[in-house]
């Protein structure tokens, strides 16, 4: 008997898998043989440039003769820095998320009656489908709230008179109608989630229609409803901040290069939620949460900068923390001397956690941005540019405003919605060519082999 015949099953899949590993290893010199350009970058880092978009400038650095100079962080929606955007609505004492997920779709600010009028139309549609929250969400609730959001979202598909509509009008109507509805579906699956995996109680609230999506939020997320005006602007800055960042970006790439393909609207929502869970894109805030709880049990003195270095060298040398050698929240792809998402979101929650138990969790997470760029050239004897991301203070914004971390990257999710549908649409008007790109195929030909024979 053959000795594959002799194996268990699990042994002879097992056997299979290594044949896989082995049959797809590809030797890494062949990429700079071909001129791959891996992950679309060139070789000074920045992005291969696969199209031109008028919804939003990611700006970290300047080209001069051939060399990277590092700028301070711009992040411009529609034209308007996002520092701008944040200033007006903090000075008026008003909730900005609306006003952002408008500009971003229509491509102008709202004047104070369409701005209203949006609100109310967000309200309108924030309502889930009658039976939605019982047929979709409690019937089979999942572990991560993510995939259960991307179910539900290609689940709206059903609930949709014309879903194959790709009318300006229908796509403005699924987007908003999208946007609305995300943060009802990511809170009632984790209210499944907590009774199911948590065996805890579950509480479920009626919507509140003149709430904004920040103060919807937290009023359906909280047992007794209750939030300060303080917690819910800063929530809203957080959406703010997130809305959007550019059509480079992975999750936003994979809803344009899906829409490209001409599929409906809620596929290509979907699959760009698909791709934001995945922890080197949406999930990073999770890891520096947890790399502050390390770092906490691992050094005495949170104050002692010597002691924190010591123990930062030590991450990145593989000793402590989860052994990647990463120090999380700290590098971006674009931004080189800050990234103004991290700048403005820490000014604010510091205002916020004065005082209180955060306090110190915010002044060591502070003492890691400011003394990584030194410990990252000691180890690597290279100066480079490394800034915070909005990553190393988003997490704990959301700890400080009692947001379990199952939901930390579903937020980031209900935020981007508004960049993704302004993209999606973009595409549909602009694109009119589905993205294709190449691949250098390596294998050599072979002689077939009949079955007996093998």
């Known amino acids: 008997m053959d ?45 291969v440039v696969a199209g031109i978009t008028n919804v939003c400038c990611v700006h970290g650095y300047v080209m001069s003769e051939g060399d990277k100079q590092p700028i301070e962080g711009e992040l411009i929606y529609r034209g308007y820095n996002i520092r701008d955007l944040v200033s007006g609505v903090l000075a008026d004492r008003r909730f900005g998320y609306e006003e952002v997920a408008y500009l971003l779709l229509f491509g102008v600010l709202p004047n104070e009656r369409d701005l209203t009028s949006f609100s109310r139309l967000i309200s309108e549609y924030r309502e889930l489908p009658r039976y939605f929250t019982e047929d979709v969400i409690m ?13 539900a979202v290609l689940t709206l598909y059903s609930c949709d008179s014309n879903p194959e509509d790709k009318s ?24 499944a989630l907590r009774r199911f995996y948590h065996n805890d109680s ?33 929530l809203d800055l957080c959406l703010m901040l997130h809305a959007e960042h550019g059509g480079g970006n992975n999750s936003t790439f994979t809803c344009r290069t899906v829409s490209s393909s001409g599929t409906d609207a809620y596929s290509a ?112 004897g290279a100066i480079k540019n490394i800034c915070a991301n909005v990553d190393m203070y988003s997490g704990l914004v959301y700890k400080m405003l009692r947001i379990p971390v199952e ?13 993704w549908c302004a993209h999606r649409m973009e595409e549909m008007i602009n694109g009119k060519r589905i993205i294709r790109p190449a691949y250098k195929a390596i294998n050599t030909n072979k002689t077939y082999i009949p079955l007996e024979e093998r």
């Open 3 to 47: 000795k594959m015949e002799q194996l268990k099953p699990t042994d002879r899949l097992r056997r299979m898998c290594e044949d896989f590993c082995a049959n797809s290893e590809i030797d890494s010199s062949l990429y700079s043989k071909f001129g791959v350009k891996r992950g679309l970058r060139n070789s000074d880092g920045s992005g």
């Open 139 to 151: 019937r089979n609730p999942s572990p991560n709230i993510m995939n259960k959001m991307q179910q």
């Open 168 to 191: 300006a009008e229908s796509e403005m109507i699924k987007a908003i109608s999208v946007i609305a509805k995300l943060p009802a579906i990511m809170v009632a699956s984790y209210q």
């Open 202 to 234: 579950m509480v479920m609230h009626q919507l509140i229609k003149e709430e904004s999506l920040a103060e919807s939020i937290l009023s359906t997320l909280r047992d007794d409803r209750a939030y300060t005006p303080e917690e819910a602007k800063l």
């Open 269 to 380: 929502y979907a699959a760009a939620i698909g791709s934001l869970k995945g922890p080197r894109h949406g999930g990073a805030n999770i890891k520096v949460m947890e790399m502050l709880e390390h770092v906490k049990s691992g050094v005495k003195d949170w104050a002692d900068d010597d002691e924190v270095s010591a123990y930062l060298h030590k991450i990145i040398r593989r000793e402590v923390g989860d052994k990647s050698g990463l120090i999380y929240g700290m590098g971006h792809a674009v931004y080189t001397l800050s990234d103004p998402r991290a700048v403005i979101l820490k000014d604010n929650a510091m205002k916020l956690a004065k005082d209180t138990a955060f306090e110190a969790e915010f002044k060591l997470l502070d003492s890691i941005e400011r003394l990584t760029p030194a410990v990252f050239a000691e180890e690597r």
């Open 407 to 419: 939901m930390y990257t579903a937020l980031f999710a209900c935020s981007r919605m508004a960049g």
